[in-house]
Structures are given as structure tokens and as C-alpha cells.
């Protein structure tokens, strides 16, 4: 463990870790929990439940370790008859309270828990305001004040709940929600605008507007200056994938695909103008037990929405996630992080080419995160057994921590089986 080995060019693997007290099907939260300048893991195990098409998951149970591997604090029991990614889990990682320091929320046994991050010690337990209102957890600023401190919460696809993190209720709102609502101050009040499906919500649950001629529901929910004028866009990605102003105006629409799914926003292309977005196309949906194998394939767009290319998969596989990783090296562009690919294809990391720019050499789930405050992100991948952690430069985890907390970003405590994600910042001009 910790030992530095060099698998291939550029790929280091940092540590592995064994996972196997956390049980299986767990998902992975990064965050520094003890704030001491490094990143630990918080594994979560899904309940028991195993047809969650109309009731989602609770939390089983929370088992914390650092990266040398060291089993922090565990709560809840692991179960070996979990359920397993077909819903959401209701956790995350914040600092709901303000305090400086990260709290893990989590729904488990019907209950809204806030738990001491560093400890795993129970710090504040709420009602939920619904039975079902536990498909997963939303931070977001509806009362304008200096801290995100609001939580949303919803059922499995109809409703939503608007709380602050007293679980005083704000309001309530019933819809085609789809899957992880994304919350973005679109108009710059310093109020959050909240993106619930196709209906795009004011801070206090009025409809502002809703997209139109979409079929089925929204699978993830991106914001960013696409097109690099200045204003954010909103970029859905569901049966099509569609871009929309502030507004609600339809900006364009790509229909060349047969099923979108996890679209992803980044610049993974120096040479073009504004950002690119990255998805997959679910070409064939399973497997037919025919012979017929389920298949996908990773597209990339422009800013206006036209193809750039798209994979000519030759393996099998039709599950693939995709997101945007980015600074995997200083002054690197964004990468498309690729995993659950199936067919014997291993996590990757592409470019905006499609080219794999680093193969990992173990196969599962991925998160990605600056894990040591260096300015660059690393990812792990892990199954049921192993974590392991890669950067594409060598870092000595026995040198001292700095002391000085990681900054918990939007897109750690808002994680999701269903990435969506926003671009902020300075575009390439
Ligand atoms: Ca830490
Ligand atoms: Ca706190
Ligand atoms: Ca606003
Ligand atoms: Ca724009």
C-alpha cells in the first residue's frame, strides 16, 4: 500500500485499499473529513430494497477510510444482501452548518441524518417530510444566504421537497423531475434557480419555464457558457440531447443518436470555441439474449450542438458512464472519464480525439477528485474489494498533510449515479 508502482506512462497508481468492511455495491463520496489537506473515502451501501423503479434507496450504511487505507468510522451495518445502482443513494459530503468543517448527510432508517464527518459522531436527525422523499440529496441556496445551506429532497420522478437544513419546508413542487435536479443562481440574484427535470424552477418552486417535445424524463442536467457569450446555458440530456438559453429558448438539439445518456460538459477541445459535449449513445439497449449484444459509444459535440465523431465500439457493453475530469495534469485539457463500459474495456480517460490517454488497470466504479490539494485530480476506481487510487504523477502519501481543509467543490457534494455537472470560470479566451 502507498507504495508507488508505474503500470504505464504517465499513470501511477498511489494507493489501493481494502474496501471489502464497507460490503458490496457500495458508491464512493470523496471529501476531507478531518480536514487535514487530504481527501478520505466514505463508502455507502444501498438497502436492502431491490426493485427500486418506484421507491428509491435509503442508506444502509457509511464506512470512512483514509487514503493509507485505515478504517475511520463505520455507521449502520453492512449488508450482503444490499440492493444495488439502480436507484440513487441519499448521501453526501458538506458542511451544511457552515462551520468549516464536513458533515456526512445520508438517509437511513426512514431518517434525515446529519453525521460529524470527522467522526462519524450523530450531530442532528430530521423527519423526512415524505416517506419516499429519500432518491437523493440536493445542497442548494433558496434563502440567499452566503452558504448553500438548503437541501432539496424528491421521490423517485414526481415530487420534490424544498427544506433548509432545519427541515423547516419551503415548498413543494410535482413534475417530471427526473433524476438529479440541478441547481445553479442562473440570473445572478444570489438566489439558486433549480433545473428539476424538464421544468426550471424559481428559488421559491415557481415554474419558469418547461422544455417541450421531450420524451420520457431528463437523465443529467449540465450548466455552462456553451456557446462563450457570457450567459450560461443549459444542457439536457434524456431521449435527445438539448441545449437551452436562461431562458428557455432551444438553442439546438441532437437527435443523432438512439438513446443519450450522461452527456458532460468540459474543454476537451483547445481548438474549438466555447465547450464540448461529451455523451454516450446507448446504441443497443442490453443484451437480447440472442446473440444480439447491448452496445455503446461516446460522441462528442460542438457548441452548436454537431457531431465531432462518434466511437466505433467493437467490444460489447451498454453501460457505460461518462463524465468530465479535469486538470489530470497541470494545464491539461479536460479528459472524458469513461467507465462501467463492460465488454473487457477498463476505466479510461479520453480526449477530446477520442484517443485513451491513460488506461486504468482495474475495473469498476470511478470517482475523481483533487485528493491531496495539489491542483490536480486523480481518480479511483473501485469494486467490491479494491479501491485504488491513480494520478498521472507520483506523490508520496507518507510526506505530512498540509493541514489546511480541501475544499469540498459543488460537483463532490453533488454526487449522483446521474452526473450532471456545471463549467464555471474562465473559458479558453
Ligand atoms: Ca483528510
Ligand atoms: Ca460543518
Ligand atoms: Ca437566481
Ligand atoms: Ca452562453
Known amino acids: 500500500m502507498n507504495q508507488a508502482t508505474r503500470p504505464e506512462k504517465q499513470l501511477w497508481q498511489l494507493a489501493s485499499i481494502d474496501i471489502r468492511a464497507a460490503g458490496p455495491r457500495c458508491k464512493m463520496l470523496l471529501g476531507d473529513l478531518n480536514g487535514d489537506g487530504r481527501a478520505e473515502l466514505v463508502l455507502?451501501?444501498?438497502?436492502?430494497?431491490?426493485?427500486v423503479r418506484y421507491i428509491p434507496h435509503q442508506v444502509q450504511c457509511l464506512t470512512a477510510y483514509d487514503l493509507h487505507g485505515k478504517l475511520l468510522w463505520q455507521q449502520g451495518e453492512p449488508d450482503a444482501g444490499a440492493g444495488s445502482h439502480g436507484s440513487d443513494y441519499p448521501a453526501q459530503i458538506y458542511d451544511i452548518d457552515g462551520d468549516g468543517k464536513l458533515e456526512v448527510l445520508c438517509v437511513m432508517n426512514g431518517k434525515f441524518y446529519i453525521l460529524e464527518g470527522a467522526t462519524g459522531r450523530l450531530k442532528s436527525v430530521y423527519d423526512l417530510p415524505d416517506p419516499h422523499a429519500h432518491d437523493?440529496?440536493?445542497i442548494a441556496n433558496l434563502t440567499g444566504s452566503d452558504h448553500a445551506?438548503?437541501?432539496?429532497?424528491?421521490d423517485r420522478y414526481h415530487r420534490i421537497w424544498a427544506l433548509t437544513r432545519e427541515f423547516?419546508?419551503?415548498w413543494t413542487h410535482e413534475g417530471n423531475i427526473g433524476h438529479y435536479p440541478w441547481v445553479y443562481d442562473l440570473n445572478g440574484d444570489g438566489y439558486d434557480e433549480v433545473m428539476a427535470g424538464y421544468d426550471l424552477l424559481d428559488h421559491r418552486g415557481k415554474v419558469l419555464w418547461?422544455?417541450?417535445d421531450l420524451e420520457d424524463h431528463a437523465d443529467c442536467i449540465?450548466?455552462?457558457d456553451v456557446d462563450d457569450d457570457g450567459l450560461m446555458e443549459l444542457v439536457i440530456g434524456g431521449s435527445v440531447t438539448v441545449m437551452y438559453d436562461r431562458e428557455g429558448n432551444e438553442r439546438w438539439r441532437y437527435d443523432g443518436s438512439i438513446e443519450s445518456q450522461h452527456i458532460a460538459l468540459g474543454r476537451f477541445r483547445a481548438d474549438l470555441p466555447g465547450l464540448q459535449i461529451a455523451g454516450l449513445d446507448r446504441m443497443v439497449r442490453e443484451d437480447d439474449g440472442k446473440g444480439l449484444k447491448g452496445k455503446d459509444a461516446l460522441f462528442l459535440l460542438d457548441c452548436e450542438g454537431k457531431e465531432l465523431w462518434k466511437e466505433k465500439r467493437t467490444t460489447s457493453g451498454w453501460l457505460?458512464?461518462?463524465e468530465t475530469l479535469s486538470n489530470w495534469r497541470p494545464g491539461s485539457p479536460d479528459y472524458i472519464l469513461a467507465y462501467r463500459r463492460g465488454g473487457g474495456v477498463y476505466p479510461a480517460l479520453y480526449d477530446g480525439y477520442g484517443n485513451i490517454v491513460a488506461k486504468f488497470q482495474h475495473e469498476g466504479y470511478a470517482v475523481h477528485g483533487d485528493l491531496l490539494g495539489q491542483g490536480t485530480e486523480q481518480v479511483v476506481i473501485y469494486d467490491d474489494e479494491l479501491a485504488v487510487v491513480y494520478s498521472s504523477h507520483n506523490i508520496d502519501l507518507a510526506l505530512p498533510t498540509s493541514g489546511i481543509p480541501l475544499i469540498q467543490s459543488k460537483r463532490l457534494y453533488s454526487s449522483t449515479l446521474y452526473p450532471g455537472g456545471e463549467v464555471t470560470g474562465p473559458g479558453k479566451k
Not at 455507502?44 to 426493485?51: F, I, N
Not at 445551506?149 to 424528491?154: Q, V
Open 149 to 154: 445551506s438548503d437541501i432539496i429532497l424528491k
Open 222 to 224: 449540465w450548466v455552462g
Open 44 to 51: 455507502v451501501q444501498p438497502d436492502k430494497r431491490q426493485d
Open 320 to 322: 457505460t458512464i461518462a
Open 168 to 170: 423547516e419546508l419551503l
Open 136 to 138: 437523493c440529496i440536493i
Open 210 to 212: 418547461s422544455c417541450h
